[in-house]
């Protein structure tokens, strides 16, 4: 971006350039000083580009993975608040998730409030309980689009979603279990996609990344033997960061 100094110089270049004989002095004055004046306008506009990133209001909606169960320093949600504050001091998170919940639950104890506080940029994190809950797809497809719906409609918040962490490999889920959750993380990840894609909000994907990588590092697991550790929740993170930052202007 071409700053005040340079634009200054090419302002002195034109005003030395050799100007016709016959060129008025009071014409040749009032060049230079629209010339100046322009140069002035347009610094004062770079400034005005360059200073429009502010704080934001950051609003959270999900289950435990958001709430930050299993570790010491917080899950995703903290962690991402934490490189936002950084990059848009004064900005502020209201951390809705709740251990435990479905769905259902967001819908009922997390929705209206999260649209209330007129949020900038709005995370969900949920679907990994309806599974455990027995919920079937077609119930959980219904309660995810009004979710998604609903905060199109009353937000003007950009929506950053997260598919279904591949945790079939913690230790907590008994081996016969394994292959039959993976299935139905696999499809609801699949709907959760579809929906967002037809209101068009992002999504992280942290399916894939936990499917490559849970199995070969337990250490992403906390003590309980389900939910992410800190190194897990870094993980989770440090790869979903690139994606809020991009949505927000960052």
Known sequence: ???????????????QMRMPKKLPNFVFFMSCAVAILLV???????????????????????????????ARDGGYVARIFKRLVERRPGSKLSNLCVSGATTADLLRGQLDRGVALNPDLVTVGIGINDIGHGMTLEEFSKNYEQIISTLKEKTHAQIVVSNLPDISTAPRIPGPMRGEYQRQIVQFSE?????????????F??????????????????????HPSDQGYELWASSMWPTVARVIGE
Do not use: W
């Not at 347009?42 to 999900?62: C, D, R, W």
């Not at 697991?221 to 389900?226: E, K, M, V």
């Open 1 to 15: 971006m071409p700053t005040l100094e340079k634009s200054q110089g090419k302002v002195a270049e034109f005003c």
């Open 205 to 226: 994907d942290v399916h894939t990344i936990t499917k490559a990588e849970l199995p070969s590092h337990p250490e992403y697991f906390s003590a309980d033997g389900f």
């Open 40 to 70: 002035g306008c347009n610094h004062e506009n770079m400034v005005q580009q360059t200073s429009t990133k502010g704080p934001i209001v950051y609003v959270a909606l999900g289950d435990s993975t958001g709430a930050g169960v299993g």
């Open 191 to 203: 709907r959760l996609g579809e929906i967002a894609s037809r209101y068009g909000v992002t999504v």
